[in-house]
């Protein structure tokens, strides 16, 4: 099992411009979660799946959109992006139900110039 | 959603035992109490869960206040790679069609001294 994986690694963007960033798990989870994370801070939630077809708002959800078309995968989407937006994104996805635990990707730091 | 607070910061000596504390006052009896650490900009890790009873796993001690209004992560021989910081997170459930997220707060950065 390859656990979470989310590509790109690293990312620059202008500001204006967009992209995807892309997150697949190989572990069947139904819940699948964005966070971002800036320095000295916390986790923020941005967007959360609890099933293929099923998205909704997290804390921070402005300015990105995400869809679930498959169990795997959970793209999020930076239609324009903004300095902002600039931190480090993790995905992470788990079984739903009480006392699951959360599986997390390694990251993807985006710097939007 | 219940809210927890911990210490920003803490030390430990290596060998010795880190006592990480965590307050969660306003918990509901159907809410569990996590504990994730997240060790220099890796993805985070889950280290244990806990409802009310006391918990181990082979990584770490999860002690309950009777109450549930606290509790304390335990490890109980800190090592030089238990440098992290570390989350306590009181796991919410949203009323409609039973999603849930669950909600990072700043953690406590924990530093094992040699």
């Known amino acids: 099992n390859a656990g979470v994986t989310q590509t790109p690694k690293f990312q620059v963007l202008k500001t204006g411009q967009s992209m995807t960033l892309q997150c697949a798990q190989d572990m069947n989870h139904e819940y699948m979660s964005w966070y971002r994370q800036d320095p000295g801070m916390g986790l923020r939630l941005i967007h959360y799946s609890v099933g293929a077809g099923i998205t909704d708002q997290g804390e921070v959800p402005n300015g990105y959109n995400v869809s679930r078309s498959t169990t795997e995968d959970f793209p999020l989407r930076l239609l324009s992006a903004a300095p902002s937006q600039t931190s480090v994104y993790f995905c992470?996805?788990?079984?739903?139900?009480?006392?699951?635990?959360?599986?997390f990707g390694s990251g993807t730091q985006l710097s939007v110039l | 959603d219940a809210k927890t607070t911990q210490p920003p910061s803490m030390d430990c000596a290596e060998g010795r035992a880190a006592n990480l504390p965590c307050n969660h006052s306003?918990?509901?009896?159907?809410?569990?109490v996590y504990w994730y650490r997240q060790i220099h900009s890796q993805g985070p890790q889950y280290i244990i869960h806990?409802?009310?009873n006391n918990e181990t796993n082979e990584m770490a001690s999860l002690i309950i206040t009777e109450d549930r209004k606290s509790s304390t992560l335990i490890l109980p021989h800190a090592t030089l790679r238990d440098t992290a910081v570390y989350y306590c997170i009181v796991r919410s459930y949203l009323t409609q069609g039973g999603s849930e997220k669950l909600v990072f707060g700043k953690g406590t950065k924990l530093t094992v001294n040699p």
């Open positions: 992470a996805s788990s079984q739903t139900g009480v006392g699951e635990k959360l599986f």
């Open positions: 806990g409802l009310k």
């Open positions: 306003t918990i509901s009896g159907n809410e569990y």
